[in-house]
């Protein structure tokens, strides 16, 4: 099979092939990168297409997760149960790592079709990746487990309206954003050490910068600092320095993940063979 044909008009039901939508968001993706082809290459349709938005299995694991972000809901109001956004962030944690695993798949089709490539170096992978990823991810559970830490702590000044005690609730927090460090992790270790999925110089500059938009597609830990974050959550409604030190990490988390991602998005690819 030659990878750099274009990825059209082979019938996409065979097994290795890019689908007509797979093909279709490879161009829009290209196009905003400031690239425009017809058909582009298969080996680009089958990386690009399989990570966009509704991609494969996406829609699946989308309604899944609503219909449990529903169903829990309702069920936690009713028993006035702790943690709800504690389980929305899980939620997000395992949805986000379903739909890595579907591309995935997709890279491991493609990889077949390149040979197995060595990883980059580490220093150029963390690069592609970004400071203002990085940093802002530490900042995100270094940062919210000492928030956590500082609500077990701290004793609630007002009356406590639940039957279980502020504690449970904090605690239940406190693990949903283990388990968004976990997702994290999982993904993040992928995206550094992934081998390299390359023919030419041109799907070399593809591979890089998927490579940073993978962190922020399917790792982007900005949720969990608002979803697991316990200290607004458990009813410190009364402004005061753990209140304030919450709102300044949010902020800052936000900030700095938003400034990453709009940086990502602004490369541009050089002329190159990305199809017809």
Same mark, same amino acid.
């Given at each position: ?7 059209? $008009? ?5 097994? =290795?092939?890019?689908? #007509?939508?797979? %093909? !279709? ?13 017809? *058909?582009?290459?298969?080996? *680009? ?30 069920? +936690?109001?009713? @028993?006035? /149960? ?26 491991? /089709? ?6 197995? !490539?060595? $990883?980059?170096?580490?220093?150029? &992978?963390?690069?592609?990746? =970004?400071?203002?990823? *990085? %940093?802002?991810?530490?900042?995100? +559970?270094? !940062? !919210? @487990?000492?928030?956590?830490?500082? @609500? ?26 283990? #388990? =968004? ?33 993978? @962190? ?26 753990? =209140?304030?030190?919450?709102? &300044?990490?949010?902020?800052? %988390? ?9 940086? #990502? ?12």
């Amino acid at each position: 099979m030659i990878v750099r044909e274009p990825a059209l $008009p082979v019938d996409p039901r065979l097994p =290795g092939e890019p689908t #007509v939508l797979e %093909v !279709g968001r490879t161009r829009l993706w290209l196009a905003r990168r400031g690239v425009r082809v017809w *058909l582009p290459t298969r080996l *680009l349709a089958l990386r690009i297409g399989g990570r966009a938005n509704g991609g494969r299995g996406t829609p699946p694991y989308a309604i899944v997760f609503w219909v449990l972000w529903w169903s829990t809901g309702a069920l +936690f109001k009713a @028993a006035d /149960l702790p943690g709800q956004a504690a389980v929305l962030a899980v939620l997000v944690a395992v949805f986000q790592g379903l739909r890595w695993r579907a591309a995935q798949r997709r890279d491991q /089709l493609a990889e077949r079709l390149t040979g197995a !490539g060595a $990883p980059p170096p580490l220093r150029s &992978a963390v690069h592609r990746v =970004g400071w203002w990823y *990085l %940093v802002s991810t530490a900042v995100t +559970f270094a !940062g !919210g @487990a000492a928030l956590c830490a500082a @609500a077990f702590l701290t004793e609630p000044r007002f009356t406590w309206k639940h039957w279980y005690p502020p504690a449970v609730a904090v605690g239940v927090h406190t693990f949903a954003l283990a #388990v =968004g460090a976990g997702a994290t992790a999982f993904v993040l270790g992928r995206v550094l050490r992934a081998p390299v999925i390359a023919e030419d110089r041109t799907s070399l500059w593809v591979d890089g910068l998927l490579r940073a938009e993978d @962190a922020y597609r399917f790792a982007s830990s900005v949720v969990y600092a608002v979803l697991a974050m316990p200290i607004f959550v458990v009813d410190w409604a009364a402004p005061g320095p753990l =209140g304030w030190s919450a709102l &300044a990490y949010l902020v800052t %988390v936000a900030g700095m993940q938003l400034t990453g991602w709009l940086l #990502v998005r602004r490369h541009r690819l050089p002329p190159g063979f990305y199809g017809r």
